[in-house]
């Protein structure tokens, strides 16, 4: 891809995707992170149920760069929710086939998933990483980008609920995040050539996120952007997006809206960070590790 860098290197308007932003956890503190988590997962099992009961379909698609916390802010979705009525989806490497019948292959993993499922990365890799990594076509990405829209459009009006999340994370933060992959001793592996790549293509990326952004978010499945550079806090306004989406349906059963994120000082004992714990923490020190524990894994 390298040689056609300046084929892209053109003007793009700006994007028509959603900033979404919940101000009461932008910089939510570990102390209130499980407290807050807690809450909205509760939330989430609501919403399970109501989506079992009316016999509909919930799908969430959770996209970003390498180390953008698409990983645990998909898991911590679906941490509490009834694994017989939920499921995570991690496509990996796409078969030739697959390749072939992109969205056709997409249709048939959402028929076979239960009422809510969650694609950590998606279709939409067709969108971004495919076309920098060299791994498709311009052929195969110009068809997905013209036929993408009206594929969604017939997903939504056949009932099923979906909600793109575009988790935006800044070089800075990708950076450090690497950095800890690569010295931990439990997360070593998830550093690997792909990650180098997304370093040194970082400008040729953002050109295919913000086309993918202007020519696919939609008024029936637009791209919501959740700032991640805190996990933390991304995964708490994850939650609060999908619950906030509900509590507009003009349904027989409301959703009652969390109101766990306070703002009130809770003292912790303990923090975990990367597998190890620590016990007995002032608020110095623990102010020290949330620091960590924002990027980890």
């Known amino acids: 891809m390298t040689k056609d860098i300046r084929f892209y290197e053109v003007a793009i308007p700006p994007t028509v995707a959603r900033e979404y932003r919940v101000p009461s956890v932008q910089s939510i503190h570990a102390q209130q992170y499980n407290i807050a988590k807690r809450d909205l997962q509760m939330e989430l099992l609501k919403l399970q149920e109501f989506l079992i009961k009316s016999k509909n379909k919930l799908v969430v698609v959770v996209e970003g760069r390498d180390a953008a916390g ?78 993408v829209n009206e594929w969604e459009e017939t997903l939504t009006k056949s009932g099923i609920y979906l909600i793109k999340i575009y988790l935006s994370v800044s070089k800075e933060s990708q950076i450090t995040r690497f950095k800890m992959r690569r010295k931990s001793p439990l997360k070593y592996w998830k550093f690997s050539a792909n990650d180098r790549a997304a370093l040194e293509n970082w400008h040729l990326y953002t050109y ?6 202007n020519v696919t978010s939609t008024d029936y499945a637009p791209w ?70 924002i990027h980890a894994d």
């Open 208 to 213: 295919f996120k913000e086309r993918m952004f």
């Open 70 to 147: 698409k990983g645990s802010t998909s898991k911590t979705f679906l941490e509490n929710l009834n694994t017989s009525h939920a499921e995570l989806v991690v496509m990996g490497v796409p078969t030739k086939t697959q390749m072939r019948t992109w969205l056709r292959s997409h249709e048939e993993i959402i028929k076979k998933t239960p009422e809510i499922v969650v694609f950590d990365r998606s279709w939409y890799s067709r969108a971004m990483i495919q076309p920098v990594m060299g791994y498709c076509s311009m052929a195969q990405y110009k068809y997905f980008m013209k036929h």
């Open 224 to 293: 919501h952007i959740i700032n991640s550079d805190n996990k933390l806090s991304a995964h708490l306004s994850t939650m609060h997006l999908v619950l906030e989406k509900f509590s507009d349906q003009q349904t027989d059963e409301k959703l009652p809206m969390f109101n766990a994120i306070n703002g009130q000082n809770q003292h912790l004992i303990s923090m975990e960070v990367d597998g190890v714990w620590f016990y007995g923490l002032n608020e110095s020190q623990a102010a020290v590790l949330e620091q960590l524990k």
